[in-house]
């Protein structure tokens, strides 16, 4: 497993990625014959077939491209581990909520005990009570 992309590393991939023009790009060499210095300009396909030749400021463009190589395999390496990451996460979730409905069908279990034997500890204690109220007039009747 990669290393995490520290914050500062994914700053300067996005900060590549804004500088660069936007796509859809396919890269060509275009050169442009009246300057003195050839530049490479992009062709820019769209979706419906059309494209656009244009030639602009070089650097952010090569910089860009030249890190495409490993910054994209860094990225795609950074959404495996999340994805991997959020998959152990899930996981954790259900197994503690498994865990906390068989606690809450422990508990009712205890629950519906605890009640029976109140009810009937407070049944057997007034039949006890009854008793000695009983035996008491009895000897109070005696006397």
Do not use: C, W
């Amino acid at each position: 497993m990669t290393e995490p992309i520290k914050p500062d590393e994914l700053a300067e991939i996005v900060a590549r990625a804004e500088a660069a023009t936007p796509g859809p790009v396919t890269l060509k060499p275009l050169y442009r014959e009246e300057s003195p210095h050839a530049r490479i300009g992009f062709i820019f396909r769209y979706p419906d077939g059309s494209f656009t030749k244009t030639f602009f400021n070089y650097e952010p463009n090569a910089i860009f491209y030249a890190h495409a190589r490993e910054d994209v395999p860094r990225l795609a390496a950074e959404v495996a581990r999340l994805q991997e990451y959020s998959e152990e996460v899930r996981k954790g979730i259900n197994a503690t909520l498994r865990e906390y409905a068989r606690a809450n069908t422990r508990l009712a279990a205890i629950r519906e005990k605890a009640e029976k034997i109140i009810k009937y500890s407070l049944r057997d204690f007034t039949l006890e009570l009854e008793t000695a109220i009983a035996d008491l007039a009895a000897a109070l009747e005696e006397k």
